[in-house]
Nanobody, 120 residues
Framework: QVQLVESGGALVQPGGSLRLSCAAS????????MGWYRQAPGKERELVAS???????NYADSVKGRFTISRDNAKNMATLQMSSLKPEDTAVYYC??????????????WGQGTQVTVSS
């Protein structure tokens, strides 16, 4: 079984910064991609940023230039550094990982989510 645990969500003022972390644990051989998604009330879950094992990253247009995703492959961790936060960034942020298990299968895994609220 694989688990993703997120941390770092908080209430922050507009223009502020926040750092989210995601740690994967369990029967992991490797992690192909790790990413962050978010879901605001009444909206669908959307991709925020993702990064492949080789380091190629992808960002939603709405966060380009403000958010930075990074990975530590040795520790099976991913981090989302968020700056210049806006009220519209308010959402539950979920970590996602495509994990290769010891069985050889790939498993799409989600964390439980962490709340980010941007408000004055």
């Amino acid at each position: 079984q694989v688990q993703l645990v997120e941390s770092g969500g908080a209430l922050v003022q507009p223009g502020g910064s926040l750092r989210l972390s995601c740690a994967a644990s369990g029967s992991i051989v490797s992690i192909n991609s790790m990413g962050w998604y978010r879901q605001a009330p009444g909206k669908e879950r959307e991709l925020v940023a993702s990064m492949t094992k080789s380091g190629n990253s992808n960002y939603a247009d709405s966060v380009k230039g403000r958010f930075t995703i990074s990975r530590d492959n040795a520790k099976n961790m991913a981090t989302l550094q968020m700056s210049s936060l806006k009220p519209e960034d308010t959402a539950v942020y979920y970590c996602n990982a495509v994990v290769r298990l010891q069985s050889g299968r790939f498993q799409d895994t989600w964390g439980q989510g962490t709340q980010v609220t941007v408000s004055s």
